[in-house]
């Protein structure tokens, strides 16, 4: 239910990525050179054996990548998998081994009559979207923004701002992996389940998805609705004003983090079908389009992590456009097709961090107080704060949403230091407590600065599930530094 998006002007999209705007805006490495490699956090540049590119032209492309595993093997390496690279707890990368890059491994096809889209997985999301845009079809679970790979967000179970859905793996009807002896194998609800639940969600761990069977939407034409209100009456305002109206299909808002005024009111956006009599049945026909503005939005957003004049100049610009955009309309997939790097920290000495946290909707209001005392606490450079609502996932086996979670989306600029890697260390543990205590858990796929006894106490189920992954990875081939971290430690328990 708290998130940010872009349709106009200065509102942008409900973010993975963000940071500071320097004049000039240089760019930053991508870490990939000289056999190094790093992640999104900018923050885990390390040395590995080899970075090895998948052979997309070769018909034997599979059996290439399964005598990769033998070589690995005999030669006591270990073997980590990369697609985007989002993550940022080294989740793609261990020091020293080999680097599977996934990226050019992503033909696609459209079963039209199964409504499925059959996937390598190594495409990214700004790949899927033209294809199924010609098609009149549109991706059904999926994150805010484009620059993710199929393989990635699957293997983080990502989820998105659909009203009323669990993380993407619901959408998954089956994949192919290859595990650690070079066998593949068909996972799905009906064959090799338990695998089919470990691998989503497993972070790389159990062996390398090759492709995937995607459920696929119709391509349809939205109407935006926003409601700016004290954040105590924002799910009131959602139950009595949003959901009660028919057509509802994505639904999000985005928090005050103006520091006097800091979480005390919210932008909710929801998006409402169009019916078919109307402008709906030409959703199939629009093209898209380069979102707009872009230069003045990063500008803005850019600007925002400078001080908390540019925090309240960008609330205020939100906040007071808000009129011009009701009635608007878009495409769902045009709502999609917006890359994190419109919005990214280019610059070198700091660098953007994530944080997500999913409490149950009961406690979500005294989850929003507790947040803002530990925030106040630490007064860290906040950035964005976005809030969703996901729905129970029963498909992955290291599941954060058990049951239906509220997900509390942070964004920080941090600096690339020392002193400033242990003050966010000591801020992320705070928040962690501030999620437990709530029934709470958070989300995996960034910095690993919970504690060995949070990240058990987050994920009971973890225990079991590091077994499973020496079940079907008894020599620990597919390693990251993830990992590294807690499984490793787990193991001798």
Known sequence: MIVALGTAGFITQPLIQ??????????????????????????????????????????????????LLERARRDDLKVSIAGARHSMGGHTIYPGGIVINTRQWNRMELDDKRDTLKVQAGALWEDIIPYLNKHGKSVAIMQSNNSFSVGGSISVNCHGWQYNQPPIASSVESFRIMLADGSIKHCCREHNRELFSLALGGYGLFGIILDVDLHVVANETYRLEQHIVPVDKSLATFDNKITSKPGLEMVYARMNIVPENLLDEVILNAFYRIPDNEENDHAADNELVEPGLIQLRRAVFRGSAESDFGKKLRWNAETKLQPTLKDKTISRNQLFNESVEVFENRTTDTTDILHEYFVPRHRAARFVKTMRNVLQKHEPNLLNVTVRSVNRDDDTFLRYADRQMIAFVMLFVQEKNYAAEDAMKSLTRDLINASLRHQGRYYLPYRLHATHKQFHRAYPQASQFFALKRKYDPEQLFQNQFYLKYGRIDETQ
């Open 18 to 67: 963000f940071s500071p705007i320097p004049p000039p805006d240089k760019q930053a490495s991508d870490g990939h050179s000289q056999g190094q490699i790093d992640d999104a956090s900018r923050l885990n540049q390390t040395k590995v054996s080899e970075i090895w590119e998948i052979p997309v032209a070769a018909e034997d492309a599979e059996k290439q990548l399964g005598e």
